[in-house]
């Protein structure tokens, strides 16, 4: 079965430092990858996603996400963070043409002022 | 613009009880979700229907019964409440696949099983 492994549980930054959240899946076939975040008292919402094609994607407010194939790795990185990126952040995978998304147990993120 | 609307947002329910958690979309997405969010366990999936007519399980969906009624809606009932499904419950939907039109949420339901 697929399966989404997200090892930072906590990450605490002071503002403007850079920020990389890892994620890594297990799986042998064709994937799409997805991250989303959940700001306090919200729902989630989609932050970036990757297909196929340049394995570094951008997303909004700064975010990008390098997909390394040969690592099974879609890391989430951000050269500057804002006490406004305070949210917890999910990584997620589907095989391609399955509807069937698995999230990683996500990564509370805390932004310092 | 409502996107996806789920009742109630709280419930507070006696081990053995039953009810259903509501969820509908008006964006004429084909596919449906619901999941439980746990802390530290993250989202998983419980069930969901790729179009109207279809249910297929997730990764935890003992305890649980869905029925996609029409295409705008996807509810999800506890047949007897256990308080290991005290949890939040988010239902979404997407467009045509998952894969190319992001997830929509709904706000949630917050239920506490006693």
């Known amino acids: 079965a697929q399966s989404v492994s997200q090892h930072n549980h906590h990450v605490i930054l002071s503002e403007a430092a850079s920020l990389e959240l890892g994620c890594n899946y297990s799986?042998?076939?064709?994937?799409?990858l997805f991250w989303y975040v959940q700001y306090p008292g919200q729902h989630l919402q989609l932050l970036l996603k990757?297909?196929?094609?340049?394995?570094l994607v951008k997303g909004i407010k700064g975010f990008e996400a390098e997909f390394i194939k040969s690592k099974f790795s879609f890391n989430l990185r951000k050269p500057s963070v804002q006490w406004s990126d305070t949210a917890e952040y999910f990584c997620?995978?589907?095989?391609?043409?399955?509807?069937?998304?698995?999230f990683g147990t996500g990564t509370r993120l805390t932004i310092i002022p | 613009n409502a996107g996806v609307t789920q009742t109630p947002k709280f419930q507070v329910l006696k081990t053995g009880q039953s009810m259903t958690l509501q969820c509908a979309q008006d964006?004429?997405?084909?596919?449906m979700y619901w999941y439980r969010q746990d802390p530290g366990m993250g989202l998983r999936l419980i069930y969901y229907?790729?179009?109207?007519?279809?249910?297929d399980k997730g990764e935890v969906p003992n305890g649980y019964n869905v029925s996609r009624l029409n295409k705008r809606e996807f509810s999800l009932r506890l047949e007897s409440a256990a308080p290991s499904q005290t949890s939040v419950y988010f239902c979404?939907?997407?467009?045509?696949?998952?894969?190319?039109?992001?997830?929509?949420f709904g706000n949630g339901t917050r239920l506490t099983v006693t």
């Open positions: 979404a939907s997407s467009g045509r696949t998952v894969n190319n039109s992001p997830l929509h």
């Open positions: 799986y042998g076939g064709t994937v799409n």
């Open positions: 990757y297909f196929s094609g340049d394995p």
């Open positions: 997620a995978v589907t095989l391609f043409g399955n509807e069937k998304l698995t």
């Open positions: 964006m004429n997405h084909n596919s």
């Open positions: 229907s790729a179009s109207e007519g279809t249910t």
